[in-house]
Structures are given as structure tokens and as C-alpha cells.
């Protein structure tokens, strides 16, 4: 059964700042990862995805997937206070449907 | 564009009623998902259905039913309310019946068992 764990459970991080999420998962031969964001009391959107090793740049975001070390990342560079929100990462589970991570919660300061 | 609607928004039951939420959606996505989501943690599948009158267990089955009487909606019984299953019940679609595809989501259901 594919299991995704996330790092840090929480993280306050001043306006300006880089922030780095992660996300382990259990089974290297997943093809499929993505990050959703959820505003507080709203519904939680996809924010990028991605099917290979590698990296991939959107903006002030960047994902970054290595599946020989079993790690996938989310980092964004100038942080905002409209960056706050819980952060969860999503892989396939052995169902072959997506499994989410527990979330990391991201206040930014202003 | 398309909508995901669910209905009701809150949702208060008494310990051991049975309960029944309600998800429409206007994307003509053919799969569907029922979620939990306790606390602003992470988010646990119920049941999804990949087409009309289908339905697959998730992990977190037990206790509850699920119905998919017509491609656009998605309807989710708990069958008797327990307190430890408070939580905010989230409905999902994605287009096409493969693993690996977008989904967007309702606003939610927030669920109060007295």
C-alpha cells in the first residue's frame, strides 16, 4: 500500500522567504505526483504535477521529484502571505488512484 | 468551467442517525470521490466511482455508503454517525476513468454529530 508522509507538519516562514516542503513515499514505481494547496475554508486545487524525474518550474514554485530516493518537493521562492494555506501532496496508491499526504500547514508573515 | 456543488454545508446529525450528503458536478467528468478530511489534516478516501452505478472502496469504507445514480452526482450515507467522525467531508471529480488526472474539488460538507 503506497504511503506519503509530509515534512514539516507545520512551518511559519517570514514574507521574502524560500520555503521547502517535502514528501516521501513508499513505492519508487509511482509515475504520478502532485501538490494541491487549500486555503483555509476553502477547497483544495492542484498546483502542479509530474509524471518523470526531474524538475519543473511555475512561477515562484518549483517541484522537484527524485524516485531513486523515494522524495518529492515543493518549493517557493518570495513567499507571500497569500502563500498561506495547508499543503498536500498526492501520489497513486496501489489502488491506482491518488493517495494524499497528511499536509503541511505554511503560515507566511507579512 | 465547471462547478462542483455540495449540499448541505453543515451538517448536524445525532450519535447513530443516518446521514446522507449530496455532490453535483457540471464538468461531465466521468470519476468521482468522496473524502474525509478531519481537522485540516490530510485528506482520506471514502469511496470513488469511475462511471454511472459504479463504486470502489477506499480506505476508509467502513461505516459509510455510497451512491452514483447518474454521471453528474455523487451522494455519501453515513450510516450511523459516530462523534470520532466529525470532520469535513469533501467531494472530488476528475475527467476520464485513468489514475493519473486533476481533480478538482467541492467546497465541502462539515459534518457535527451531537
Known amino acids: 500500500q503506497q504511503k506519503v508522509q509530509q515534512s514539516p507538519e507545520s512551518l511559519i516562514v517570514p514574507e521574502g522567504a524560500m520555503t521547502s516542503l517535502n514528501c516521501t513515499f513508499s513505492d519508487s514505481a509511482s509515475q504520478y505526483f502532485a501538490w494541491y494547496r487549500q486555503h483555509s475554508g476553502k477547497a483544495p486545487k492542484a498546483l502542479m504535477s509530474i509524471f518523470s524525474n526531474g524538475e519543473k518550474e511555475e512561477g515562484r514554485f518549483t517541484i522537484h521529484l527524485n524516485k531513486a530516493s523515494l522524495h518529492f518537493s515543493l518549493h517557493i521562492r518570495d513567499s507571500q502571505p497569500s502563500d498561506s494555506a495547508l499543503y498536500l501532496c498526492a501520489g497513486p496508491s496501489n489502488t491506482n488512484k491518488v493517495v494524499f499526504g497528511t499536509g503541511t500547514r505554511l503560515q507566511v508573515l507579512p | 468551467g465547471g462547478i462542483i456543488t455540495q449540499t448541505p454545508k453543515f451538517l448536524i446529525g445525532q450519535e447513530g442517525q443516518k446521514l446522507t450528503l449530496k455532490c453535483q458536478q457540471n464538468f461531465n467528468h466521468d470519476t468521482m470521490y468522496w473524502y474525509r478530511q478531519d481537522s485540516g489534516k490530510g485528506l482520506r478516501l471514502i469511496y470513488y466511482s469511475i462511471t454511472e452505478n459504479d463504486l470502489q472502496k477506499g480506505d476508509l469504507s467502513e461505516g459509510y455508503d455510497a451512491s452514483r445514480e447518474k454521471k453528474s452526482s455523487f451522494s455519501l450515507t453515513v450510516t450511523s454517525a459516530q462523534k470520532n467522525e466529525m470532520a469535513v467531508f469533501l467531494c472530488?471529480?476528475?475527467?476520464?476513468?485513468?489514475?493519473?488526472?486533476?481533480?478538482?474539488f467541492g467546497p465541502g460538507t462539515r459534518l457535527t454529530v451531537l
Open positions: 472530488a471529480s476528475s475527467p476520464g476513468t485513468g489514475d493519473y488526472a486533476e481533480q478538482f
